[in-house]
């Protein structure tokens, strides 16, 4: 994944399963029985990326130092909550088909998801042309869905040997053709295209596949057992399986109130005077060891350099532009950086 936007989108990585988002009646011919607690797990998802998005708001509005949620800690966690969710979708595919394909209402959850793709493809086109979103999680869980109905009929150790393929085709499969941009969709090319959210089919599939086996060993006996009759009673709980059954609702609408209220608060409180920090920085060392700096002395030229800008509100990492002053003055100030500490560094001692 090569996610540098989540959003309600798509972003980094994350999606829901309406796989399942069946009204709570007597189940229909060839349904298996709806489990509270599946759609607690999927709650549980849910919350987790919805933290995700909300780090990712805080440092893309600039209320923190950096942007945490791009670091690779942070894209780890992404994958690691998208990887759930696609998990959670082949579970869903199980309990919606597993006992013969329900043609109908597969056909309208494929209507709802590839409808939201579709509007997560425009919005992202209008608002960011240069990364617009042309296979995000939405986009790979409507052809995974397709995909997979297959492996929900043939012995499961056939598909766990399918989901391993998948799961190791990028290690395993390189091709010049497969650059084109019309195969991004699949993933096995060596070149990662600019998006907002990349979810391509391979290896992502492969842990839908995953949930199909896991759905069709362990179901049978989450069924019978303590867990998988598990009610939810309070307030916390009714919530929690509610916001599991409406998933993609809440996929598509978090993104946009947290950045709408993460919006009011910079408006309140203005943006972290130290945010981007880091990344100026590790710029300044970038294009100082490229005009011939040597290393040592320009990453301590970064930071005094950063310094006295802050120390002179000249850290301008916001957009604002710098008048002529300003941009002599913090010139500079970099320039002073570099000279007093090379000098200082080849001074006989």
Request: proline residues 8%; hydrophobic residues 50%.
């Amino acid at each position: 994944m090569a996610p540098t936007v989540p959003a309600w989108f798509g972003f980094d990585i994350m999606s829901v399963d309406p796989a399942i988002d069946l009204p709570p009646a007597a189940p229909t011919p060839g349904a298996r029985r709806r489990l509270p607690i599946i759609d607690a797990a999927r709650a549980t998802a849910l919350v987790a990326m919805a933290s995700y998005h909300g780090l990712w708001d805080l440092g893309y509005l600039r209320l923190t130092t950096e942007n945490y949620a791009l670091t690779p800690a942070g894209h780890r966690a992404a994958e690691t909550i998208a990887g759930s969710f696609l998990i959670l979708v082949g579970i869903g595919l199980v309990l919606m088909n597993g006992r013969g394909l329900r043609l109908r209402p597969t056909l309208m959850r494929l209507a709802r998801i590839g409808g939201a793709a579709a509007l997560v493809t425009l919005g992202t086109w209008i608002a960011f042309p240069d990364a617009y979103v042309f296979f995000g999680i939405l986009h790979c869980i409507a052809l995974s869905s397709v995909l997979a109905l297959p492996f929900l009929f043939v012995p499961v150790p056939i598909t766990a040997l399918a989901a391993a393929l998948v799961l190791s085709a990028p290690h395993l499969m390189h091709a010049a053709v497969l650059d084109a941009p019309a195969l991004f969709f699949l993933g096995l090319g060596s070149v990662t295209p600019r998006t907002n959210d990349y979810v391509p089919l391979f290896p992502w599939f492969g842990l839908v596949l995953a949930g199909i086996v896991l759905g069709r060993v362990g179901l049978p006996r989450l069924a019978g057992s303590r867990l998988g009759a598990w009610s939810p009673r309070s307030a916390l709980g009714r919530g929690a399986t509610f916001a599991g059954r409406h998933s993609l609702a809440v996929y598509l609408i978090h993104q946009p109130v947290l950045l709408a209220l993460l919006t009011g608060v910079v408006a309140v409180t203005g943006s972290n005077p130290r945010a981007g920090l880091r990344s100026f920085r590790a710029d300044y060392v970038t294009i100082c060891t490229r005009t011939g700096g040597e290393p040592p002395l320009c990453r301590i030229a970064a930071r005094c350099t950063s310094d006295a800008l802050l120390k002179e509100d000249l850290f301008r990492e916001d957009g604002r532009p710098f008048s002529v002053p300003e941009r002599l003055r913090a010139q500079a100030l970099s320039q002073g950086c570099y000279s007093t500490i090379e000098n200082a560094a080849h001074a006989p001692h």
